[in-house]
Structure formats: structure tokens, C-alpha cells
């Protein structure tokens, strides 16, 4: 809801068959959370019309639940959470 044109992310495990599919070796992960307030996340976003309240209401209410996966939680009085990441380092096999 937050970004109509954004579908989904893949998945770690989606991610590291296409290095393979393109003759890649994964070589390091390393994985981090990013941390981002609702508010901010919904001005930099394009919801559409009638969708941030929406989307206010989804992050308040898993509050403690973390149905969505981001541990949603309070920081100086503003709801916040964080996204998962990834970075891979893949490397092309010699030969």
C-alpha cells in the first residue's frame, strides 16, 4: 500500500539463485535492519489516496505482535521500524 508500483522484495534464498543462475559463487552475506519512523516512510512514499491512514493503523496495530516481521516499536514518542537487508558478494569463478 505504501508504494502501489512496488510488488514485493525477494527473498535471501531467491536472490542467491540468481547469482547462481548467472555463474555466481556467493562468497559474504552480511545482514543489517534499517531502521525508518511510519511517518517519515509514508511522506517519501506514494500511497494512494486513503491508504496511509491505512497503513498507520497496520503498523499501530502490530505493536508488540510483529505479524509484519519489522518490530515495530516506539522511539522518543513516533512508531518506527526496521526492514531487513541483505548484501551479497558474489564472485565469478575463474576458469
Known amino acids: 500500500m505504501r508504494d502501489p508500483s512496488h510488488v ?3 527473498a535471501v534464498e ?8 548467472a555463474g555466481l559463487q556467493t562468497e ?3 545482514f543489517y535492519k534499517h531502521e525508518y519512523g511510519v511517518e ?5 512514499s506514494f500511497p494512494n ?7 498507520r493503523q497496520m ?5 508488540g505482535v510483529d505479524r509484519l516481521g519489522v518490530g515495530v516499536h516506539r522511539k522518543d514518542g513516533k512508531l518506527c521500524f526496521a526492514f531487513p ?4 558478494v558474489a564472485q565469478k569463478p575463474k576458469g
Open 14 to 21: 531467491e536472490l542467491t539463485n540468481l547469482y547462481n543462475e
Open 28 to 30: 559474504k552475506s552480511q
Open 8 to 10: 514485493r522484495a525477494l
Open 85 to 88: 537487508v541483505v548484501i551479497l
Open 40 to 44: 517519515d516512510i509514508i511522506q517519501r
Open 59 to 63: 503498523y499501530a496495530e502490530d505493536l
Open 49 to 55: 489516496p486513503g491508504d496511509a491512514d491505512r497503513i
